[in-house]
C-alpha cells in the first residue's frame, strides 16, 4: 500500500479529537498560523477553529469527521456542509466575518462532489468554499513531515511496545549435522 494511501485511511479512522490536532498542524504547516484555537461546540456561531496571527484576516474554519460512504451518509454530509455553508453566510453578512470557508473532511471525496459543492455554495450563498479532503491533506504531508507525523501520531502505534516473548530466548536448538 502507498504511503498516500495509508495517510488517507488514517484519516478516515480519526476521531473527532485527533482530527482536530490534524487540521491545527495542517494550518501551522500549510499557511504558518501560530496562533490557532479550537473553538468548536455549541454557541460556536458555526465556526469550528479561529486564528489570530492576523486580526483583519476572519477567514471561517469547519470540519467533520462524519462518514459519507452510503447514499443516507452522503446526503448527510452534505447536508452539514451546506448548513455551515448558510451559518458562514450569516457570519459574513451580520458579523464581519471574510466569506471564505475552509472545511475540512477527514474522509476523501471526489473531485467532481467537491468542485459541485464549492460550486453551489458560491452561486446559491456567495460563500468561497474550499473543501480540504483527507486526499489533499495526504497529499500535503508529503511536503510537510510535521503534517505527515501529526497524522501518524493519532494512530497511537508511537506508543505500542512489544511485550516480553512467549517463547524462552535462552534456550538453543542443536543444528543438525
Given at each position: 500500500?502507498?504511503?498516500?494511501?495509508?495517510?488517507?485511511q488514517?484519516?478516515?479512522?480519526?476521531?473527532?479529537?485527533?482530527?482536530?490536532?490534524?487540521?491545527?498542524?495542517?494550518?501551522?504547516?500549510?499557511?504558518?498560523?501560530?496562533?490557532?484555537?479550537?473553538?468548536?461546540?455549541?454557541?460556536?456561531?458555526?465556526?469550528?477553529?479561529?486564528?489570530?496571527?492576523?486580526?483583519?484576516?476572519?477567514?471561517?474554519?469547519?470540519?467533520?469527521v462524519?462518514?459519507?460512504?452510503?447514499?443516507?451518509?452522503?446526503?448527510?454530509?452534505?447536508?452539514?456542509?451546506?448548513?455551515?455553508?448558510?451559518?458562514?453566510?450569516?457570519?459574513?453578512?451580520?458579523?464581519?466575518?471574510?466569506?471564505?470557508?475552509?472545511f475540512?473532511?477527514?474522509?476523501?471525496?471526489?473531485?467532481?462532489?467537491?468542485?459541485?459543492?464549492?460550486?453551489?455554495?458560491?452561486?446559491?450563498?456567495?460563500?468561497?468554499?474550499?473543501?480540504?479532503?483527507?486526499?489533499?491533506?495526504?497529499?500535503?504531508?508529503?511536503?510537510?513531515?510535521?503534517?505527515?507525523?501529526?497524522?501518524?501520531?493519532?494512530t497511537?502505534?508511537?506508543?505500542?511496545?512489544?511485550?516480553?516473548?512467549?517463547?524462552?530466548?535462552?534456550?538453543?536448538?542443536?543444528v543438525?549435522?
Amino acid at each position: 500500500m502507498s504511503r498516500k494511501k495509508s495517510l488517507i485511511q488514517i484519516l478516515a479512522a480519526c476521531e473527532k479529537t485527533d482530527f482536530d490536532k490534524v487540521v491545527k498542524m495542517y494550518l501551522k504547516e500549510i499557511y504558518s498560523y501560530k496562533r490557532i484555537v479550537q473553538t468548536d461546540g455549541k454557541d460556536d456561531c458555526g465556526i469550528d477553529i479561529k486564528v489570530f496571527d492576523f486580526s483583519d484576516q476572519k477567514i471561517q474554519y469547519q470540519m467533520t469527521v462524519q462518514k459519507s460512504e452510503t447514499q443516507r451518509e452522503k446526503t448527510a454530509l452534505k447536508n452539514k456542509i451546506f448548513q455551515d455553508v448558510a451559518k458562514a453566510k450569516e457570519n459574513a453578512e451580520q458579523y464581519g466575518w471574510s466569506n471564505k470557508l475552509i472545511f475540512f473532511y477527514s474522509h476523501e471525496l471526489t473531485n467532481k462532489v467537491i468542485r459541485d459543492y464549492e460550486k453551489e455554495a458560491f452561486r446559491d450563498y456567495s460563500i468561497d468554499l474550499d473543501v480540504v479532503d483527507a486526499n489533499q491533506i495526504a497529499e500535503e504531508s508529503e511536503e510537510y513531515l510535521n503534517l505527515q507525523q501529526a497524522i501518524y501520531d493519532t494512530t497511537g502505534l508511537a506508543e505500542f511496545k512489544l511485550k516480553k516473548s512467549l517463547y524462552n530466548s535462552s534456550l538453543i536448538f542443536p543444528v543438525p549435522k
